[in-house]
């Protein structure tokens, strides 16, 4: 996994649109979703989203909002079932690498690269100081 940016608060630094928009042309964020139509019928579905639109189809699907799932990019497995069949399950795992864990182990590094972070901030502010200190005992 890649070096994340953080803010000097420790905030994540969130990606510019401009650099998200470059991103559309040449990769896309496979996501899972479910939830029920606008008639009642459950569905499931994989969408390879665009990344300048994942976030808000984040939101979205998280807040269980209506949304319509081509609007965020490339429908490229669903059903209408509850859950996905294992075969189509192992179909993306294969084909795509999806990993329904994804999300839990990301922000289980992003915990991790913001604690280091945090270290590293605080020694080199203890250096900073130390060197304060030294320079005016001269």
Do not use: C, W
């Amino acid at each position: 996994m890649q070096n994340l940016q953080f803010e000097a608060s420790g905030k994540l630094k969130p990606q510019s649109a401009e650099t998200l928009k470059r991103a559309d042309e040449g990769a896309s964020i496979i996501a899972y979703t479910d939830g029920v139509t606008a008639n009642g019928r459950p569905y499931y579905a994989y969408i390879a989203v665009k990344p300048s639109k994942y976030r808000e189809f984040y939101e979205r699907s998280k807040a269980r909002e209506s949304i319509r799932l081509g609007d965020y990019g490339k429908i490229i497995v669903y059903g209408y079932e509850t859950k996905p069949p294992s075969a189509v399950v192992q179909h993306m795992r294969d084909k795509f690498g999806f990993d329904e864990e994804y999300e839990a182990k990301l922000q289980a590094e992003v915990a991790r690269q913001r604690t280091q972070f945090s270290i590293d901030q605080e020694e080199k502010r203890l250096l900073d100081i130390v060197a304060m200190m030294k320079s005016k005992k001269k």
